[in-house]
């Protein structure tokens, strides 16, 4: 795994089920991620889109990304510079589009134990990902497999192609 550790991430903490629409709402889909990310989970969170920062984490409940197979749920996250989602578990398909965009998903089965506004930091150097938390406790996340470290790296799959296709 050779992504790089980040510090000090901000939380932004939502609850389980949180759908595509939510991230990505169809009213802004013929947008482009600009626009869209004006609106990201506003249903949800009215204060995320304006607060957030690159760089902060979203922690959720279970079943992060379900609903449509929309890219852009997952994009708009990219583009508004967040370092990860921490989750006990996502849907398939958002977890896809996700890697393929270079955007960094932890499944974390204690995930929902991270506080609102806590500071975290992301230790991403061994086989298994940690979430180090502000009182000091470590939690586990499930293992990363290096191809999909490697997406992440390079800032989604057409970089990595790229990356694999120069000399």
Same mark, same amino acid.
């Given at each position: 795994?050779?992504?790089?550790?980040?510090?000090?991430?901000?939380?932004?903490?939502?609850?389980?089920?949180?759908?595509?629409? +939510?991230?990505?709402?169809?009213?802004?889909?013929?947008?482009?991620?600009?626009?869209?990310?004006?609106?990201?989970?506003?249903?949800?969170?009215?204060?995320? +889109?304006?607060?957030?920062?690159? *760089?902060?984490?979203?922690?959720?409940?279970?079943?992060?990304?379900?609903?449509?197979?929309?890219?852009?749920? +997952?994009?708009?996250?990219?583009?508004?510079?967040?370092?990860?989602?921490?989750?006990?578990?996502?849907?398939?398909?958002?977890?896809?589009?996700?890697?393929?965009?270079?955007?960094?998903?932890?499944?974390?089965?204690?995930?929902?134990?991270?506080?609102? +506004?806590?500071?975290?930091?992301?230790?991403?150097?061994?086989?298994?990902?940690?979430?180090?938390?502000?009182?000091?406790?470590?939690?586990?996340?499930?293992?990363?497999?290096?191809?999909?470290?490697?997406?992440?790296?390079? *800032?989604?799959?057409?970089?990595?192609?790229?990356?694999?296709?120069?000399?």
């Amino acid at each position: 795994m050779t992504a790089c550790n980040r510090h000090d991430a901000r939380v932004w903490r939502l609850g389980a089920n949180v759908d595509t629409d +939510a991230l990505a709402p169809g009213a802004y889909m013929k947008h482009g991620l600009e626009v869209i990310g004006k609106h990201c989970l506003e249903a949800v969170r009215h204060d995320f +889109a304006s607060g957030v920062h690159p *760089g902060d984490v979203i922690v959720a409940g279970a079943n992060f990304g379900i609903g449509s197979s929309r890219e852009q749920a +997952a994009g708009v996250l990219k583009h508004l510079g967040l370092a990860a989602v921490i989750a006990p578990s996502f849907s398939g398909l958002f977890f896809r589009n996700a890697f393929n965009l270079g955007l960094l998903l932890l499944s974390c089965p204690e995930a929902e134990t991270i506080e609102e +506004a806590e500071r975290v930091s992301l230790r991403l150097d061994g086989d298994t990902p940690m979430v180090q938390r502000a009182n000091g406790l470590t939690l586990a996340c499930a293992p990363i497999p290096g191809f999909l470290m490697d997406l992440v790296d390079a *800032g989604g799959l057409l970089p990595r192609l790229k990356q694999r296709k120069s000399p």
